[in-house]
């Protein structure tokens, strides 16, 4: 295995259920034992349905949202267990974040040019005429004009906000960028624009990422690898190449959604609904839906199975095409 440069053990998060109190002491398990790693200059998708954990992951990985258990390793150090301002300053260097909707993300009452070199300045980078410089550097670098430079965003299009968000997120220079979501809630036309901003910046800067989406096809076009999460659980991790071949029912039914043409896949529909985090199943989470599911995945969760290239956790992983679901007739 390559160097990590980032790396999630065993990692759990469970919080107060909404509409809690002391006497009411039920608990969301958002994220439960996590193993996630991201080796340098990779990029590592995220996948699974509404609810399954996806964007704790990445707050957890960007030092937002601390764990219940478990370790969070950034550069191999645990950053967890770091005083704040020290935490503060080695995530802030190595770690940028694009977040779904700049809408929301960008303060509306601060000019480009104050959004972009906040970094800077919490981070006391340089001197203040060579922030200023950077500054320039990075909007020219996400494809802003110079005459954006004191623009507000709301003088500006939902794409070229994005463009601002992506610029203040690599400010620093970090090795790792986490974009979760950040086409989604872009017009259709300037969503592939944004898509191949970011291939280009990770190409030319050598920036491993991790790419969160809903958007399967694209997910599969970006990453390298990709993980497959649910309710809270990652359930298998594989090659990008390889995700029309997954072992687990889940990645099957998932990816069967989305249509391609280079590997068409049959659709599996799902039956029931997404269990509740607050009282998950027991065993495998995934067993209350799925079609191969047997009176031993309610015992305990599979523990990971190890292919050369990936891995997964399912007693019973779809090896042969009569593994699937039969067809109903027309």
Same mark, same amino acid.
């Not at 009411?24 to 439960?32: I, P, S």
């Not at 030092?63 to 300053?89: C, K, N």
């Not at 997404?274 to 495998?284: I, N, R, Y």
């Not at 599979?302 to 992983?317: L, N, S, W």
């Given at each position: ?10 990692? !759990? ?68 267990? +770091?005083? /704040? ?53 990075? +909007?020219?670098?996400? #494809?802003?004009?110079? !005459? ?10 939902? #794409? ?19 974009? *979760? ?5 872009? *017009? ?11 291939? *280009? ?11 969160? !989406? ?9 990453? *390298? ?6 309710? #809270? ?12 071949? #997954?072992?687990?029912?889940? /990645? ?12 068409? +896949? ?32 309610? /015992?305990? +969760? ?29």
């Amino acid at each position: 295995m390559t160097e990590s440069l980032a790396e999630l053990r065993e990692v !759990s998060v469970d919080f107060r259920a909404p509409g809690g109190s002391i006497l009411n002491r039920a608990r969301v398990h958002a994220l439960t034992r996590a193993d996630v790693r991201v080796a340098p200059g990779e990029t590592l998708g995220v996948v699974g349905e509404s609810g399954c954990g996806k964007s704790t992951l990445v707050k957890v990985l960007v030092g937002l949202q601390p764990p219940s258990s478990g370790t969070v390793h950034i550069g191999g150090r645990d950053i967890w267990a +770091m005083r /704040t301002a020290e935490r503060r300053r080695h995530v802030g260097r190595l770690v940028g974040m694009v977040f779904q909707d700049p809408a929301t993300s960008l303060n509306r009452r601060l000019s480009v040019e104050q959004i972009i070199g906040d970094p800077l300045d919490v981070q006391r980078w340089r001197s203040p005429v060579e922030r200023g410089v950077r500054v320039g550097e990075l +909007m020219d670098l996400v #494809g802003l004009p110079a !005459s954006a430079r004191e623009a507000l965003p709301s003088q500006m299009s939902g #794409g070229q906000r994005q463009r601002v968000a992506i610029a203040r997120a690599l400010a620093l220079e970090p090795a790792l960028l986490i974009a *979760d979501e950040p086409t989604s809630a872009l *017009d259709v036309s300037v969503r592939a624009q944004i898509l191949n901003l970011l291939l *280009d910046l990770r190409t030319r800067l050598g920036l491993a990422m991790v790419f969160v !989406s809903h958007d399967l096809q694209t997910v599969r076009r970006v990453s *390298d690898r990709i993980v497959t999460m649910y309710l #809270g659980r990652v359930v298998e991790e594989l090659p990008a190449d390889r995700i029309h071949d #997954g072992r687990h029912p889940y /990645t099957r039914a998932l990816f069967s959604a989305a249509p391609g043409l280079l590997h068409p +896949m049959r659709a599996i529909p799902l039956v029931g609904p997404v269990p509740s985090a607050v009282s998950p199943p027991t065993g495998c989470p995934f067993r209350t839906r799925c079609w191969r599911a047997t009176d031993r995945c309610a /015992t305990e +969760m599979p523990p990971y199975a190890t292919e050369a290239d990936g891995r997964y956790r399912c007693y019973h992983p779809i090896t042969e095409p009569s593994d699937l679901p039969a067809q109903e007739p027309a």
